[in-house]
């Protein structure tokens, strides 16, 4: 399971040119389901998610997480994030789940974010999305379990 994660200023997200969510101050997430990932792994990724320090503290240093800050987190579906790229002009998806057993996948994990972490809001799974963010620093990390 893989999660790019950025920090934002603001993000919201389109669905069939509606407003459909928007956050605050926080975290764009984009996450990437792959065929052997697990409730448990994806469960720990999320809570990494939340606990990872990339907010900037009195100091100025990269301590604070997005709990921490009272953020917000823009979670969306995105099996791009599982291609194949290694060969060829053309990416390939056969490492990414299929979509039925993604989407409960991905609305299980949903489901525990947002009873760890209230300030959560997600897109569509499936959707033909559009997301606008402004990236802050620009930040962003690519998480992996």
């Not at 240093?61 to 290694?86: E, H, K, P, Y």
Request: hydrophobic letters at 45%; charged letters at 20%; glycine letters at 8%.
């Amino acid at each position: 399971m893989i999660a790019l994660i950025q920090r934002v200023n603001y993000a919201s997200l389109r669905i069939n040119g509606q407003q459909h969510c928007a956050i605050d101050k926080g975290l764009a997430v984009l996450l990437g389901i792959e065929k052997s990932d697990t409730r448990a792994q994806g469960e720990k990724l999320l809570q990494k998610v939340l606990d990872y320090r990339v907010f900037a503290d009195a100091d100025g240093r990269m301590n604070l997480s997005v709990s921490a800050i009272g953020g917000q987190v823009l979670l969306v579906s995105q099996f791009t994030l599982a291609a194949d790229t290694g060969r060829g002009l053309r990416p390939s998806f056969t490492s990414a789940m299929p979509p039925a057993e993604a989407e409960e996948l991905y609305d299980a994990l949903v489901n525990w974010m947002q009873l760890q972490y209230p300030r959560v809001v997600t897109g569509s799974f499936g959707a033909d999305m559009k997301v606008l963010l402004e990236n802050d620093g620009p930040v962003t990390f690519s998480l992996r379990v």
